[in-house]
C-alpha cells in the first residue's frame, strides 16, 4: 500500500475552532485516513495561550509555540497554514502567509467581502501556493453521497426545491465588542458565520457536484431580508432562484435554536430530509419516495470530521494543485458575491465594505 501523504501545519490562533480543527486532526481512531498531520507549530497572539492551548487540547503533541502569527509563517519547517480568527483578519492573514511562501487553509467565511476574496487568490496564484477555504462539511463522505443520490441516481426524480436552515442560540445580547459574533468590525452577523452553511447545502442540494457541471456554475437571482441588531444581522432569509425554475430557501438566525431536521430537497418523485444537529455537521438523510419507500442513510464520524478536509489539503498539494476541486476559488468567490449581495438587499454592513 502506498504511503499516505504527511503535512506539516502551522496553526494561526488558538480559540474555539483551532482547538476542534488540532484535536480532530491527531485522531487515530478515524476509518481510511487518506493523509497524516503533524501539528508543526502554533502562532498566537500570547506565547503563554499557545502553551495552553497544546497543554489542553494536544498534549500528546510537541509543536513550537510562537507569542505572534508572523513566526509561524517564517518557520522553515510549516508547509501549510490553518488560519482560525475571526471573519475581518482572513485577508490580512493569508496575505501574509501567502507572502511567506506558504500553503492555506482558511476558516470559513473566507473573507468579508468577494473583493478581499479575489485580492487573496490573485495573490496565491502569482505565488503559485495553494488555497482553501475550510468549508469543511463539503468534504463529509454524506455531503458527496447526497450529490450522488440526487443528482446522478436522481432518486427523487428532478430537483426542484430547496430549504435549509441553520439557527443557534448565541446570546448576542449579553456579548461585548470584543466578540466576533457582536462587533461588525470583527465580521459579525449570522448570514457569514453561519448562513453560509444554510446557502451550502441548499446549493448542493439544488446543484451537481462542481466536477459533473457543464461549464461555469450559474449564479443564481438572490432576494434576501435581514434582521438588524446594532447593524449586525440576527437573522437572515434567502430565496435563490434559477434559470429552469429552481428554488432555494436559506435561514439562518444566531439567536434561536433550530430543529434535527435542518434541510429538504424537493423533487419530482420524493423529498430527501437531511437529519443532525446543525447544517454544519449533518450526520445523516432520508429519502422518502411518493407513492411509498423510505430509506436512511447513515454515516460514520468520529470527533467532529475537520480530518476530511484537511487530508484533502494534504492530498491536493502532493498532487501539485493549487486550488481544491471540491471547493475551488471560483467557488468560494460565488459564494462571497451571494453574500455580499444578501448584504447589500439586506442592510448588514461592514466598516470594511468601503474600502
Ligand atoms: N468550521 C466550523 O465549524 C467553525 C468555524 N468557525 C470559524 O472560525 C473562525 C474563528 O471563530 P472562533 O474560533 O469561534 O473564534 P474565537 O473567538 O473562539 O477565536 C478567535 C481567535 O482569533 C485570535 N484573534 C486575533 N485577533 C483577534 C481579535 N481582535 N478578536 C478576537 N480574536 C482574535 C485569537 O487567538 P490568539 O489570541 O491565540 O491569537 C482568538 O482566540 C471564524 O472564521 C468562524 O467562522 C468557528 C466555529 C466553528
Ligand atoms: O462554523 C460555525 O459552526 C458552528 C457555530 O457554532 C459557529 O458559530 C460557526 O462559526
Known sequence: MPELPNIRWGIIATGLISSWFVEDIVRTDRPEPQATHTIQAIGSSSLQKGKDFVAKHIPQTSPAIYGSYEEVYNDPNVDVIYIGTPHAFHKKNCLDAISAGKHVLCEKAFTLT???TREVFETAQAKGVYVMEAMWTRHFPLIKAMQKVLHEEKVIGEVRRAFCDFA???????????????NPALGAGSLLDIGIYSLTLTILGLEPALGEKKGAAETPAVRAIQSLSDGVD????????????????ATSHSDLKTGDDFCRV??????????????????????VKRGGGEKTYEFERPGRGFYWEADAVAVDIQQGRTESPVMPWSET??????????RRQGGARFPQDER
Open 114 to 116: 468577494a473583493k478581499e
Open 168 to 182: 443557534i442560540f448565541q446570546d448576542i445580547a449579553s456579548k461585548g465588542p470584543e466578540s466576533r459574533l457582536k
Open 234 to 249: 440576527v437573522s437572515t432569509a434567502v430565496l435563490l432562484l434559477y434559470k429552469d425554475g429552481r428554488q432555494g430557501i
Open 266 to 287: 424537493e423533487g419530482s418523485e420524493g423529498t430527501l430530509i437531511v437529519h443532525g444537529p446543525a447544517a454544519s455537521v449533518p450526520s445523516s438523510f432520508t429519502v
Open 333 to 342: 468567490i460565488r459564494f462571497m458575491e451571494i453574500m455580499d449581495e444578501v
